[in-house]
């Protein structure tokens, strides 16, 4: 096994479903993070939360990340991923990620249904080889696998747009998507 870069450290070698955590953004290396693994095309956080992770993507197989860790490995908790059907040009960025019960991952976008949670949580931030991208939550939606949002891949109204796709409530195909427009 090679040794994960500094920006990147699991605890996989003492408990199987530990999940990445990240050092400090100044010593971030989004480029080593991309030679460690092509699949990876920035890394996703946001203040005052638990989400701060990579995301992935492989268009010729959206989901690959679901259940595997940054290195391919199986993974409960999966690693986040850009929907297949987007690209870092695209207008609208669909970001998938699991709900974890044990708080990683998506867990902490929950928290965005209470009001002042959302109003102190405001800025998302996106980091690519081509620099950083902030954006704003301007909503958040309670619903379902079949909601339009999931089929906009470019944004309606002009504005770059990153929505943050999890799953929410006790239905199968329950899900909560934090909406965000580019600053």
């Known amino acids: ?101 044990n708080g990683t991952m998506f867990s902490d976008l929950k928290k965005y249904v209470d009001k002042d949670f959302q109003i102190a949580h405001r800025t998302v931030k996106f980091e690519t080889m081509d620099g950083i991208r902030y954006f704003t939550v301007t909503n958040v939606l309670k619903t379902n696998t079949s909601d339009a949002w999931y089929n906009r891949i470019a944004a309606e109204d002009g504005r770059r747009c990153l929505v943050l796709s999890t799953c929410y409530g006790s239905g199968k195909d329950g899900r909560l998507l934090i909406i965000a427009a580019e600053n």
């Open 1 to 101: 096994m090679t040794e994960a870069p500094a920006e990147f450290v699991t605890d996989a070698e003492t408990e199987p479903s530990a999940e990445p955590t990240e050092q400090p953004a100044a010593e971030r290396n989004i480029q080593a993070l991309i030679a460690e693994n092509a699949d990876c095309i920035g890394w996703l956080s946001i203040d005052g939360t638990n989400i701060s992770y990579p995301v992935m993507y492989t268009p010729s197989n959206p989901q690959k990340y679901l259940r595997r860790n940054f290195y391919g490995k199986y993974s409960q908790s999966g690693v986040p991923f850009l929907d297949g059907r987007c690209d870092l040009q695209s207008t609208n960025l669909i970001i998938y990620g699991h709900n974890m019960r």
